[in-house]
């Protein structure tokens, strides 16, 4: 069974477009995140969000939106998208509360602007 | 802020060999944690190892040991007899502990190439 399942795993889309990428998990964690892979490889937390309530919101560009419309699902979506958004987009879940746990994550979604 | 560097970039061994990859970080915090992960060409990041700050022993698992030296703030991964299912992306990552802003600060990676 995964653990943190993404879907899609690859999304090729026209400058301008809107899109959303959604992520499940069914490890019973409180805390789900995104975080974004860039070109040279460097990873860097976008959002988190521990039971629904968005808790790290870092320097994102009101253009990305996340939705936890609860807490296995943390969906985001993404306004009039440029080229400089193309990289990997990953969720991750953990735990927070007692018996705190790493981070888990998914199989990431390669998103390519052209 | 806490910041975390691998200054290895590219790394090369041949199997059934040791590799120890590098990793120091900045922080003024007591309690931490550190963690090593692995993403394969897959794509997949897979948790290799982790270390609470507040341990003083070393983590182990298997093939993979860390040397945790906590005054001079770094945090090596030693891969003992090394297969080529280890070739991958290593990162070393960073994070809090448990004060609410829970997000991993991760280094910028080292390639590890193991060849036959």
């Known amino acids: 069974d995964t653990a943190v399942s993404q879907t899609p795993k690859y999304l090729v889309t026209q400058m301008g477009n809107d899109k959303s990428i959604k992520c499940e998990q069914n490890?019973?964690?409180?805390?789900m995140y995104w975080y974004k892979q860039d070109s040279k490889k460097f990873l860097k937390i976008m959002f988190s969000y521990n039971n629904k309530e968005l808790i790290i919101n870092e320097t994102v560009p009101n253009r990305f939106s996340p939705k936890s419309p609860d807490k296995a699902h943390l969906n985001l979506h993404i306004n009039s998208l440029e080229l400089g958004d193309s990289a990997v987009y990953f969720c991750?879940?953990?735990?927070?509360?007692?018996?705190?746990?790493?981070?888990?994550f998914g199989q990431g979604t390669r998103l390519t602007v052209v | 802020a806490q910041t975390v560097t691998q200054s290895q970039p590219e790394m090369s061994v041949q199997e059934a060999e040791t590799v120890t990859l590098s990793c120091t970080y900045d922080t003024s915090e007591n309690n931490y944690y550190l963690f090593w992960y692995k993403q394969p060409p897959s794509r997949q990041m897979i948790l290799v190892i982790r270390q609470e700050a507040y341990k003083q022993q070393n983590a182990t698992e298997n093939r993979f040991s860390v040397n945790f030296q906590k005054a001079a703030k770094s945090f090596s991964l030693k891969i003992s007899d090394s297969q080529l299912g280890d070739t991958a992306m290593y990162f070393c990552?960073?994070?809090?502990?448990?004060?609410?802003?829970?997000?991993?600060?991760f280094g910028t990676g080292t390639r590890l190439q193991v060849f036959p």
């Open positions: 990552a960073f994070m809090k502990h448990r004060t609410g802003t829970d997000k991993l600060i």
């Open positions: 490890l019973g964690h409180d805390t």
């Open positions: 991750a879940s953990s735990l927070r509360g007692q018996g705190f746990t790493e981070a888990f």
